[in-house]
């Protein structure tokens, strides 16, 4: 290949995608539906309308449109903060003296520090149409939260974001920035919802749980009006939001005449790596290319690995819709030293089916050798990362360094979701070796278990 | 004009700058020289040594080179975290309702979250060149000592970083930070230096200084073998390293065909705003294009507006050369309410003169109509801007609003030149009423004056 790869893969502005892509319209077999509690029966747009903008709804529910338009003045949202970079990791890739080929997609130039804004803007944007006065949502680590205030504030939208309790006590700044934006930010479980006073009376000392915050955001979401609901990841809607990381990533690649052997994302919910392998799992499954696809979960909320593929709430007060995924159960709560993000009990359907399929490796870390390579990439490549994305660094530190010991020269691509900048308190601890590695025993796993619907029996 | 310009005005990486702009070379009546303080004439490399790396030192002295070419090797560095984005204010604009165009240069999206980054790789790379193994340095509110660990981190030099007392206080995460790059971080006044105890003698319960922190890092450097000290700010190699800044910004407007009217930077030591105005001063000077500059700096450290045009130390020790300069002292403290940066008791010596010579425009802003400023551009254009650069969003903002009073279209740029991220405290303060604005009276000001050297007065 005769032309110069930059260290920056740069796209411009006219050469940004401009439609999301919708991966299940090029799988034969689609995800399992989503079902409505009730009746068992696969749900329909009215199911979701009192929760969900009808925006979103549509995108959900659809499965063979292949390339969904983005709004025209969406776009013009999406250009102040995209495209994201692309960059070749050529001093990392020399400190760890690997013949192969690294590149990392960076979502976290934006103030929210991750992809999160990429869904949180599409969702605002939808809710506005719509005539939407507010809006709820739930935030764990933070990310999620800050994106939507950011949205909201530039829709002029109000919103109310429930905070699981232990990440809102470890990170007030990440409170902080949700009130600079104008966000109402509530600790949740809280007292002012019937789910999660029903909460507290049970376990009056937990730190939460995004399955728990989730239902006190619908709650407040139903019953206030003109007022929606809005999720951050799991639904495939979101998914679809984000394929524009990968189309991104993709366009770069093909501009630049390069191939990547291996793309490596971190999974909670999925939304990130849903989005990052979105175009490149299409191409595979056309039959026009083939990639691995490498998954990391911490090894303390490990959903693909030690979940059970089965139908599911998306909450713990068990008010949404069934969805078929890999689930720890919705009353999983993962142990109180997990420091990052990636604290969701389920998979998103669309990936927990790839990955049923065969089609999607995955991993899991313990966050110690999680941070370790978060430093590591740090010190050479400048950038303090997630400690979630830091999961993908971590397996595509491990894939370079065997391709030196084969001598291969793959292109490895990976998906840095976003910084550490306010995981602060845990690179202290890092730093002071006092963060502590858990993987729950089989008997912790079957608390959450427990949770599981019948008809997951 | 035919040309579609984008919102974001991409350089690509071939048109990136490859040499630094000297903006004294075209200067026809250059800065003052700096004294050395024993016997009061210019100084030559050979007083400097001891202190700075011969890089810089050669660089500082350099009053006639036009453009200095920046190292290969350096080069690489540089682009793998620039171009910093140029970046067009469409929702600013409309927000306001002005027919001005407004444009910010954003020196944010590298981890220090500034533009110190620029300097700090500069001065990091010279260091390992001439064969140091450590390097000590200040820092105020962390932006300087948070690149500088990231850049000793990338050349593996050892960082001992000097952190004025009260901002350690204020921002544990900043000092997180620069620990998980490796430095150590020491609270000044320390009792590790002879200064450092002399000012925990004369004032136990000081929050500390720059200029304080000044004197312990140089105490230090010359103590130690294979050390030097480096700066951040002030001196004319760290302008000569930013005007990396202003020469991308240059580029990418001729790229474009757009012509700024006014530039405005925050301005604290100056080199932030140095490098912004460089390249658009240096076609003022020659005559070949003409442009309004604006500084703005803090009410509470008004060192361009408020402070005498004289020689004096860098250093509350009296231990530096001495520099003419807009200056309130090295004795001069900022009140203990003041929240962000620009905090230094002088003004870069090449800025204070073409302040004197008319050529410079200075505003001053107290910190509540400069946190009002920031939330408006957060809540417009996303970004969470620093207290530091929200100054200059403060005047563009002011500027823009009497476009609309008279209909001009004026093209506005302004630096932003870092994020708040890590000034999350400040903003919690400025949330929650707390913030207060304080202008020293004249007596404060007189108790700062008396720190200046004889040759002042």
């Known amino acids: 290949m005769s032309q110069h790869i930059p260290t920056r893969l740069y796209l411009s502005e006219n050469e940004l995608p401009t439609s999301w892509y919708n991966l299940r319209a090029d799988m034969k077999e689609k995800p399992a539906p989503m079902l409505h509690p009730g009746t068992l029966k696969p749900v329909v747009s009215d199911d979701l309308a009192p929760v969900f903008c009808m925006g979103c709804i549509e995108q959900e529910l659809d499965e063979t449109s292949r390339e969904i338009p983005i709004p025209d003045a969406l776009m013009g949202f999406y250009r102040s903060f995209r495209p994201a970079p692309l960059i070749r990791a050529n001093f990392l890739e020399k400190a760890l003296g690997t013949p192969a080929e690294i590149y990392y997609k960076f979502e976290g130039t934006n103030t929210s520090g991750s992809h999160k804004l990429n869904s949180a803007a599409a969702q605002a944007f939808y809710a506005k149409q719509e005539g939407m006065t507010s809006l709820t949502t739930e935030t764990g680590a933070g990310q999620w939260g800050s994106a939507l205030s950011m949205a909201c504030a530039f829709y002029d939208i109000k919103l109310t974001v429930f905070m699981v309790k232990v990440s809102s006590q470890q990170k007030p700044y990440r409170k902080a920035l949700m009130e600079t934006y104008g966000a109402k930010v509530i600790a949740s479980p809280s007292d002012t919802t019937e789910s999660g006073r029903k909460i507290l009376a049970d376990f009056p000392d937990t730190g939460g749980s995004l399955g728990c915050a989730i239902s006190e955001a619908i709650e407040l979401a139903v019953k206030t009006p003109n007022c929606r609901y809005v999720l951050g990841s799991v639904l495939n809607h979101v998914l679809l939001h984000q394929s524009i990381i990968g189309q991104e990533v993709k366009a770069a690649f093909d501009k630049y005449g390069v191939k990547p052997d291996v793309i490596i994302g971190c999974a909670g919910g999925g939304s990130n790596l849903g989005g990052l392998i979105a175009p490149f799992m299409g191409a595979k499954l056309r039959g026009e290319a ?48 997990h420091a990052g993000g990636l604290r969701y009990h389920g998979m998103n359907s669309t990936l927990s089916k790839l990955y049923k399929d065969g089609l ?35 397996a595509a530190i491990d894939e370079a360094l065997e391709c030196k010991k084969t001598g291969e020269k793959k292109v490895i691509l990976f998906g840095l979701s976003g910084t550490g900048y306010f995981d602060m308190s845990a690179y202290q601890s890092y730093n002071q070796g006092t963060l502590t590695d858990h993987v729950p025993a089989d008997e912790e796993l079957e608390k959450g278990f427990a949770s599981l619907p019948n008809i997951a029996r």
Chains 1, 2 share one sequence.
């Open 290 to 337: 083939d990639y691995r696809f490498i998954a990391v979960e911490p090894a303390s909320c490990p959903s693909f690995t030690r979940g059970k593929y089965a139908y599911d709430f998306g909450d713990t007060a068990k008010t949404t819709p069934l969805m078929k995924m890999c689930t720890l159960g919705n009353g999983y709560m993962p142990p109180p030293n």
């Open 360 to 394: 999607l490796e995955v991993r899991t870390a313990v966050q110690n050798e999680v941070f370790d390579a978060a430093a590591r990439f740090a010190k050479s490549e400048g950038i303090l990362p997630a400690p979630e994305s830091s999961h993908a660094i971590k």
